[in-house]
């Protein structure tokens, strides 16, 4: 027992040593890297507290007659803005780095379908970086409706049902499985459609989708 304990004495004065010549011939480069990262770490937060902060506030505030005008359906000025306010588009060149300026992702996209620009709405949505279980689904269904209206069908399908899975919710995962029905009796593939509509019936009683779906279901049982 006895041999033991100096055994493992000798093994630790021993590990104290070798970590104590370590030291003395890596010291300088050690606190050279410890300093470095202390430095970095204050640069980041300086940068956040002192730049980014300020600009998501100033960027939120430049945004607000963009957002008025889109809840006008004004959507050229939305997008465009006018000589006192940024549109969406020069929030996006102004502020791409803030919150504010990915949001303007999302409503630049929405704008741009709302007014016909199909392949400019997807673009804008693939860009937005979704951050919350509202806007996320419904920037893919955004997505999905350009893609339909430009004819693309099954990418539009593709996009509903990704939406349905992004948030499950009544409100847009039975809007999104309904869309996915009626892209499928589009494309005459009736027992996909029953599937979507059945995920409906099935998981969605409180939805405003529930109470139609059984016709949409008799006539893709009928295709």
Same mark, same amino acid.
């Given at each position: 027992?006895?041999?033991?304990?100096?055994?493992?004495?000798?093994?630790?004065?021993?590990?104290?040593?070798?970590?104590?010549?370590?030291?003395?011939?890596?010291?300088?480069?050690?606190?050279?890297?410890?300093?470095?990262?202390?430095?970095?770490?204050?640069?980041?937060?300086?940068?956040?507290?002192?730049?980014?902060?300020?600009?998501?506030?100033?960027?939120?505030?430049?945004?607000?007659?963009?957002?008025?005008?889109?809840?006008?359906?004004?959507?050229?000025?939305?997008?465009?803005?006018?000589?006192?306010?940024?549109?969406?588009?020069?929030?996006?060149?102004?502020?791409?780095?803030?919150?504010?300026?990915?949001?303007?992702?999302?409503? *630049? &996209?929405?704008?741009?379908?709302? $007014? @016909? %620009?199909?392949?400019? =709405? /997807?673009?804008?949505? !693939?860009?937005? +970086? #979704?951050?919350?279980?509202?806007?996320?689904?419904?920037?893919?269904?955004?997505?999905?409706?350009?893609?339909?209206?430009?004819?693309?069908?099954?990418?539009?399908?593709?996009?509903?049902?990704?939406?349905?899975?992004?948030?499950?919710?009544?409100?847009?995962?039975?809007?999104?499985?309904?869309? *996915? &029905?009626?892209?499928?009796?589009? $494309? @005459? %593939?009736?027992?996909? =459609? /029953?599937?979507?509509? !059945?995920?409906? +019936? #099935?998981?969605?009683?409180?939805?405003?989708?529930?109470?139609?779906?059984?016709?949409?279901?008799?006539?893709?049982?009928?295709?």
């Amino acid at each position: 027992m006895k041999d033991q304990k100096e055994e493992t004495a000798l093994e630790t004065n021993d590990l104290l040593t070798k970590g104590q010549l370590f030291f003395e011939k890596n010291g300088k480069l050690i606190i050279i890297i410890v300093c470095a990262i202390l430095v970095i770490l204050a640069l980041i937060f300086g940068l956040r507290k002192w730049y980014f902060q300020p600009r998501d506030v100033q960027a939120s505030e430049e945004m607000f007659a963009a957002e008025q005008w889109f809840g006008q359906g004004n959507y050229e000025l939305a997008l465009n803005g006018n000589d006192n306010h940024l549109g969406f588009l020069g929030m996006i060149d102004e502020y791409g780095n803030t919150k504010a300026g990915n949001l303007a992702h999302y409503y *630049a &996209g929405v704008s741009q379908l709302r $007014l @016909g %620009n199909y392949d400019e =709405a /997807i673009s804008q949505l !693939k860009k937005y +970086k #979704a951050t919350d279980l509202f806007t996320k689904p419904m920037a893919l269904m955004c997505q999905a409706d350009a893609q339909m209206e430009a004819g693309r069908t099954q990418e539009a399908i593709d996009l509903y049902l990704k939406a349905a899975k992004a948030s499950d919710n009544f409100v847009s995962a039975p809007t999104a499985l309904f869309k *996915a &029905g009626m892209g499928y009796i589009i $494309l @005459g %593939n009736g027992a996909k =459609a /029953i599937d979507c509509f !059945k995920q409906i +019936k #099935a998981n969605y009683p409180e939805s405003s989708e529930w109470s139609e779906v059984d016709k949409y279901m008799a006539y893709a049982e009928n295709m």
